[in-house]
Structures are given as structure tokens and as C-alpha cells.
């Protein structure tokens, strides 16, 4: 059994930064994709970014890119999202969760099988 707990949200103006952390536990992190997604109020949760089992490869939403960045601790466990330059529109539940279905692109949120119970991220304009 795999339990993600995230932390790190809370509320900054708009270009402001902050840094989420996601603490894993069980064996399994080493050897699993991780993502972060968020879901802000009314819309559905869409993917932000995701990072393959040894850090080594990453993606992002369009969104995001060049203004977020994942990575991975491996040894700590831990999994980050460091987020620069936010904006209004970033303001969201921010989740990170586990690949478990690997028949999806790593971009997919049908793909992830274990979920944290989000942090809230509030961007003041």
C-alpha cells in the first residue's frame, strides 16, 4: 500500500513561488512514475506534470512549462513541484499521485492509481 501526503500549499500574489512536497511510503516510489495534477473549483483535475522513476525524464502541461518543475528524491521519498512566476489561474487542489496502469501515456490521469489528498494553492492577483 502506497500513501502520498502532499504539503507546501498555501496563499502567494501573482508572480510569487512556491514549493509542494509529496512524502511517499512503501517500497514501491522508487519504481513508479509520479505526477502532480490539480483541480480547481468546477473544472476537472488535469494533469500538471509528471516525472519517470529515476527523475531522468519529465513533462508538463503547456500551462506550466517553463515556469514549474518536478523532481524526485528517491532516497527521501519524496516527490516536488517547485512552482515560479504563478499566476490567478494556477489557484487549485494540487495532487500529486502514483503511475499504476502503464498502458497510459504518463501524461494521462486515468493512469494513476494512488492519489494524496491535495494541497491548496491560492494566487492572489
Known amino acids: 500500500q502506497v500513501q502520498l501526503v502532499e504539503s507546501g500549499g498555501g496563499l502567494v500574489q501573482a508572480g510569487g513561488s512556491l514549493r509542494l512536497s509529496c512524502a511517499a511510503s512503501g517500497r514501491a516510489f522508487s519504481n513508479s512514475n509520479m505526477g502532480w495534477f490539480r483541480q480547481a473549483p468546477g473544472k476537472e483535475r488535469e494533469f500538471v506534470a509528471a516525472?519517470?522513476?529515476?527523475?531522468?525524464?519529465?513533462v508538463y502541461a503547456d500551462s506550466v512549462k517553463g515556469r514549474f518543475t518536478i523532481s524526485r528524491d528517491n532516497v527521501k521519498n519524496t516527490l516536488y513541484l517547485q512552482m515560479n512566476s504563478l499566476k490567478p489561474e494556477d489557484t487549485a487542489v494540487y495532487y500529486c499521485a502514483r503511475q499504476g496502469d502503464y498502458s497510459y501515456n504518463f501524461d494521462h490521469v486515468a493512469g494513476y492509481n494512488y492519489w494524496g489528498r491535495g494541497t491548496q494553492v491560492t494566487v492572489s492577483s
Open positions: 516525472v519517470n522513476l529515476n527523475g531522468v525524464r519529465t
